[in-house]
C-alpha cells in the first residue's frame, strides 16, 4: 500500500487571468535528508484552455536560500487534442512527475515556486496548480 504523501497541497490561479508574474508557492519540511523523494506538480485546467501543454518555471529555494530553476513542459493532451488526466466538473487533473529520486541537500523548510512561462503573459483556463512531495518507491 502505498504510503500518504509526505506533502500535497493544490493552490488555484486565476483562471481567467494567469499572470506570467503571479508565483504559485509551497513551503514543506525535510525532515529526513538521506532518503530520497519524488516531487510531482498537479495541473487542473478546464477545456476551454488553448494549449496541448503549459511550460512552468519551477523554482526551488533550500533552507539557506540557494535557488535551483528548471524549465518545465507539461504536456496536457495527445495531437488530436484530447485531455490527459482525470475529469471531474469540467475541470481536468493531471499529476506529472516532476523530480523522481531527490536528495535533498539538508533537512528543514523548502519551498517551491511555480509560474508559467507560456509566450502569452495571461493564461486562460488553468485552475490550480498543485505540489506533492513523497517518499521514492525504490524499483527492484
Known sequence: SAEPPLYQQVQPVN????????????????DNAIIPY??????????????RNLYLFI????PVGTTKTDTVNAILSDNKGHWF?????D????????????????SGTYQIKVEQAMRDTALTGITSIGIEVRKSILKK
Open 85 to 89: 488526466g482525470e475529469k471531474a466538473n
Open 15 to 30: 483562471e481567467d487571468s494567469w499572470l506570467a508574474d503571479s508565483l504559485v508557492s509551497f513551503t514543506f519540511s525535510i
Open 38 to 51: 519524488d516531487i510531482a506538480i498537479r495541473i487542473e485546467h478546464r477545456p476551454i484552455y488553448l494549449y
Open 59 to 62: 523554482t526551488t529555494v533550500n
Open 91 to 106: 475541470v481536468y487533473s493531471l499529476t506529472l512527475l516532476y523530480r523522481p529520486h531527490v536528495l535533498f541537500s539538508a
